[in-house]
């Protein structure tokens, strides 16, 4: 990344999370607490174990519109931002896509007679399970790769370039289901549940984005300059 950065090492931490909100999902996936009074980010990452230069890449790729990985070593660790990214990927899965699911079932009609609200849920459950397979695979298949690559390994049959050209933007059906609620769920005479629901669908939209980028961005690049450098070596 460029220097300088909007965010340092010496800020507080509670600015950060003032100045974005958003970087509170950042500070969840990385297992920051609250409760840090005036501290700096260093001072709370360190106290909490969480190496403090790879949550202020990942705090600066988000809040920055632009990003370009520099191939310095030492801006972050690729085991930490691993760790944030199976984070992130527990979030989805057990918690933000089963609680827009609970609150769709809350705002449209379900008892069998509204075929739209059928296939709104439908869809919903269809894009659940691929989110599932998207993020499993690379539980499963990336990430043991690259904890092997971290313990000096190389495997013959994979590289991470075979996972960046097959990676999919999974946000991408969001926008259909948002379109399909929008324009062709029947009116009623409170929408507030609905409305709600939206929101959720939105953000969670741009937080998948969010989330792929880091893996384009950020984590793919360093992986294969790791690559690189073990087969110097050999």
Known sequence: MNEPHKYRATDKMSDLICDNYSLLMVMSRFGLSLGFGDKSVKDVCEAQGV???TFLAVA???SEEQYTYSGDENVFSISALMDYLKRA???FLDFKLPVIRRKLIEAIDCSGTDNIAYLILKFFDEYAKEVR???EYENEAVFT???KLLEGKLAE???IATFASKHNQIESKLTELKNIIIKYYPEKENNNKLNAVLFDIFNCEHDLASHCQVEDYMFVPAVAQLERRL???Q
Do not use: A, L, P, S
């Open 51 to 53: 190496d403090y230069r």
């Open 60 to 62: 600066n790729f988000i």
């Open 89 to 91: 990927h527990t979030y």
């Open 133 to 135: 397979r998207h993020m």
């Open 145 to 147: 790769y690259v904890e």
């Open 157 to 159: 049959n994979y590289d």
């Open 231 to 233: 087969k110097n070596e």
